[in-house]
């Protein structure tokens, strides 16, 4: 059992045990427990094998370690099956609809008999669950909006779990066969988009047959579809299909090309070589008169070729990238090494794994120059939001830290929550003291369009709120986005100089490319934060900045690649001020 099962299956007995009214310090040391195990970097079904002491975890205790014990060495758990035997078999998946919280699910089983997802399309049908108190019709509309969401959902996996799969296997890869070259990866990992189909890698190699034997002798192939002289596929347990290319040297860029896509730029691209009289495939062009095949060992030379400027893949999204690289105005996109700090992070002040001075020293050792802390606000009760005495604390110990540690700027803040209407949860009086304050919106996600706009845009008038924070609260193939008017937000924005963020958490991707691109047309500065709970979520960055990009992004329109003096001159200035200074700036 991987730790991804362990953690999904705490998770489960937290919600089970909320269920039942459970305290709620029991609850969450199995949701700690869950989120934890999430973001460790070795299995622990390893660590149990190594004998290691899984109470050196934080947040594992005693009673936790011996379950998860017995799940690696078992592969099952006798309390979870007794604890999911007290509920009716269809609860969990009622459990698993967006805005239906335990206690929730628990009214509709005892109170409509409510015990799987039919019985509860048939209580939003004949309107009994819109009859309950505290929930009616609003709620009811709510649910069987998420219900169709999960039917049309699909099976592509979220860029968050692709990823880091597709980073294993390069890695088993070349440990395998240190002499593999050019092993890359493509398709929609490599265009970052937000789901993934599947993992398609490239690779040049002497020995083709000792590469592809090296992935189909991964002991987490769950099935092996196909292993040729130059091409594999598998199956992997982790519920996603690699496909693994290895091609000569010379061939290497026309097919890098080809699997990058996405379809429609590569129809483009085929359009633009017929005008040239040649044809295009994953080989490389072909002449049509003299059938002349002409190889390339990399992308630039293709897009030379058919007398354009390189695409970036980012930008690969069959619009109108090519035109524009015919055109030469395809912009030098932003990079990872253009960001100088991260504008929100937490600590375990409030619900971040790791103390405030590991997550300062984390940051310093990846070259940030500064680092705003924002732990969430006190309406976040089920974060360990900060009261106002305990900000004061918290304040002072970043200002404390920053003279001890030294070499990195610090600044003090809040992930402030923005209440259903529109108030903030700090006041003034404490926001004025704060250096940078991110306000979010994490409660009331079903409000109607113009309701959540307005919440949202009164707050962009607080002129302490430096910027909006994973603006449409959505998590990656599992909540749907708030309804907003965001034409009218991102107006908003320029005109108060309020930011707004690219979270780059990969469960969140917030904003999305589009917005970005919009955003960065009116002039709207932007950030790239990382979101990060832990000092691993301060690797995040890419993730962001590969939205950045794809919403086609320079280091000019990002905030967060200011180096420290000029973001401080920014910081000094009136809020409506900022965004007319932004663009002088950078």
């Given at each position: 059992m991987n730790n991804a099962q362990i953690a999904e299956k705490f998770e489960i007995i937290g919600d089970l045990l909320e269920m039942k009214g459970e305290k709620v310090f029991t609850i969450r040391a199995y949701q700690k427990a869950a989120r934890t195990i999430e973001r460790l970097p070795t299995e622990l079904d390893h660590m149990v094998r190594e004998g290691q002491d899984l109470q050196e975890i934080p947040g594992i205790g005693k009673a936790i370690s011996e379950k998860i014990i017995?799940?690696?060495?078992?592969?099952g758990l006798v309390y979870f099956d007794r604890l999911k035997a007290e509920f009716p078999e269809g609860i969990l998946d009622v459990m698993q609809i967006p805005g239906l919280g335990p206690k929730t699910v628990r009214r509709l089983w005892q109170e409509l008999d409510v015990t799987n997802v039919a019985d509860l399309e048939?209580?939003?049908?004949?309107?009994?669950?819109?009859?309950?108190?505290?929930?009616?019709?609003?709620t009811a509309d709510n649910i069987a909006k998420q219900l169709q969401f999960q039917r049309t959902k699909g099976q592509r996996m979220p860029m968050a779990r692709a990823m880091p799969i597709a980073e294993r296997v390069m890695a088993a890869i070349k440990e395998k066969c240190p002499d593999v070259r050019n092993l890359t990866i493509a398709g929609s990992v490599r265009r970052m988009e937000e789901t993934v189909g599947d993992i398609d890698m490239l690779c040049t190699a002497d020995e083709p047959k000792l590469v592809l034997d090296a992935l189909v002798a991964m002991p987490n192939v769950a099935d092996v579809l196909g292993h040729g002289d130059t091409k594999a596929s598998v199956y992997l347990s982790d519920g996603i299909q690699i496909d693994l290319r290895v091609v000569e040297d010379s061939h290497f860029g026309a097919l890098l090309q080809y699997f990058s896509?996405?379809?429609?730029?590569?129809?483009q691209?085929?359009?633009?070589?017929?005008?040239?009289?040649?044809?295009?495939?994953?080989?490389?062009?072909?002449?049509?008169?003299?059938?002349?095949l002409e190889m390339f060992s990399d992308e630039e030379g293709i897009y030379q070729r058919l007398g354009m400027v390189y695409v970036p893949p980012e930008l690969r999204q069959g619009v109108w990238e090519?035109?524009?690289?015919?055109?030469?105005?395809?912009?030098t996109l932003v990079e990872i090494s253009d960001i100088r700090g991260d504008l929100h992070d937490h600590t375990d002040w409030s619900d971040g794994?790791?103390?405030m001075e590991t997550m300062i020293l984390s940051a310093k050792e990846r070259g940030l120059e500064y680092l705003a802390i924002t732990d969430h606000s006190v309406g976040r009760g089920i974060a360990n939001g900060l009261s106002p005495e305990r900000l004061e604390n918290h304040v002072a110990l970043v200002r404390e830290l920053e003279q001890s540690i030294g070499g990195i700027r610090l600044f003090t803040g809040t992930e402030m929550d923005i209440r259903a209407d529109g108030s903030l949860d700090y006041s003034d009086d404490?926001?004025?003291?704060?250096?940078?304050?991110?306000?979010?919106?994490?409660?009331?996600?079903?409000?109607?369009?113009?309701?959540?706009?307005e919440r949202i845009?009164?707050?962009?008038?607080?002129?302490?709120?430096?910027v909006i924070g994973h603006l449409t609260t959505r998590l990656v193939g599992e909540r749907q986005p708030i309804e907003a008017d965001f034409e009218a937000i991102f107006k908003a924005a320029a005109e108060t100089g309020t930011a707004l963020e690219i979270n780059a958490s990969p469960e969140r991707m917030d904003l999305k490319d589009a917005h970005v691109y919009r955003a960065r047309e009116l002039g709207v500065p932007l950030v790239i934060s990382t979101d990060a709970h832990t000092t691993e979520g301060l690797n995040n960055t890419r993730y962001g900045v590969g939205i950045a990009r794809r919403g086609w992004c320079e280091r000019k329109h990002i905030l967060n690649t200011l180096p420290l003096r000029q973001f401080l001159e920014y910081l000094a200035l009136n809020k409506t001020e900022r965004t007319e200074a932004f663009a002088r700036l950078t």
């Amino acid at each position: 059992m991987n730790n991804a099962q362990i953690a999904e299956k705490f998770e489960i007995i937290g919600d089970l045990l909320e269920m039942k009214g459970e305290k709620v310090f029991t609850i969450r040391a199995y949701q700690k427990a869950a989120r934890t195990i999430e973001r460790l970097p070795t299995e622990l079904d390893h660590m149990v094998r190594e004998g290691q002491d899984l109470q050196e975890i934080p947040g594992i205790g005693k009673a936790i370690s011996e379950k998860i014990i017995e799940m690696v060495t078992t592969d099952g758990l006798v309390y979870f099956d007794r604890l999911k035997a007290e509920f009716p078999e269809g609860i969990l998946d009622v459990m698993q609809i967006p805005g239906l919280g335990p206690k929730t699910v628990r009214r509709l089983w005892q109170e409509l008999d409510v015990t799987n997802v039919a019985d509860l399309e048939r209580a939003i049908e004949d309107g009994s669950l819109a009859s309950l108190p505290r929930l009616g019709q609003k709620t009811a509309d709510n649910i069987a909006k998420q219900l169709q969401f999960q039917r049309t959902k699909g099976q592509r996996m979220p860029m968050a779990r692709a990823m880091p799969i597709a980073e294993r296997v390069m890695a088993a890869i070349k440990e395998k066969c240190p002499d593999v070259r050019n092993l890359t990866i493509a398709g929609s990992v490599r265009r970052m988009e937000e789901t993934v189909g599947d993992i398609d890698m490239l690779c040049t190699a002497d020995e083709p047959k000792l590469v592809l034997d090296a992935l189909v002798a991964m002991p987490n192939v769950a099935d092996v579809l196909g292993h040729g002289d130059t091409k594999a596929s598998v199956y992997l347990s982790d519920g996603i299909q690699i496909d693994l290319r290895v091609v000569e040297d010379s061939h290497f860029g026309a097919l890098l090309q080809y699997f990058s896509g996405n379809l429609q730029h590569n129809i483009q691209l085929r359009d633009r070589a017929n005008d040239l009289g040649l044809s295009l495939n994953e080989y490389g062009l072909t002449d049509k008169e003299t059938g002349e095949l002409e190889m390339f060992s990399d992308e630039e030379g293709i897009y030379q070729r058919l007398g354009m400027v390189y695409v970036p893949p980012e930008l690969r999204q069959g619009v109108w990238e090519v035109q524009a690289a015919r055109e030469n105005r395809i912009p030098t996109l932003v990079e990872i090494s253009d960001i100088r700090g991260d504008l929100h992070d937490h600590t375990d002040w409030s619900d971040g794994r790791d103390p405030m001075e590991t997550m300062i020293l984390s940051a310093k050792e990846r070259g940030l120059e500064y680092l705003a802390i924002t732990d969430h606000s006190v309406g976040r009760g089920i974060a360990n939001g900060l009261s106002p005495e305990r900000l004061e604390n918290h304040v002072a110990l970043v200002r404390e830290l920053e003279q001890s540690i030294g070499g990195i700027r610090l600044f003090t803040g809040t992930e402030m929550d923005i209440r259903a209407d529109g108030s903030l949860d700090y006041s003034d009086d404490i926001l004025e003291k704060l250096d940078w304050v991110v306000a979010s919106v994490h409660s009331a996600m079903g409000q109607d369009s113009q309701i959540m706009t307005e919440r949202i845009i009164k707050a962009m008038h607080n002129p302490h709120v430096d910027v909006i924070g994973h603006l449409t609260t959505r998590l990656v193939g599992e909540r749907q986005p708030i309804e907003a008017d965001f034409e009218a937000i991102f107006k908003a924005a320029a005109e108060t100089g309020t930011a707004l963020e690219i979270n780059a958490s990969p469960e969140r991707m917030d904003l999305k490319d589009a917005h970005v691109y919009r955003a960065r047309e009116l002039g709207v500065p932007l950030v790239i934060s990382t979101d990060a709970h832990t000092t691993e979520g301060l690797n995040n960055t890419r993730y962001g900045v590969g939205i950045a990009r794809r919403g086609w992004c320079e280091r000019k329109h990002i905030l967060n690649t200011l180096p420290l003096r000029q973001f401080l001159e920014y910081l000094a200035l009136n809020k409506t001020e900022r965004t007319e200074a932004f663009a002088r700036l950078t």
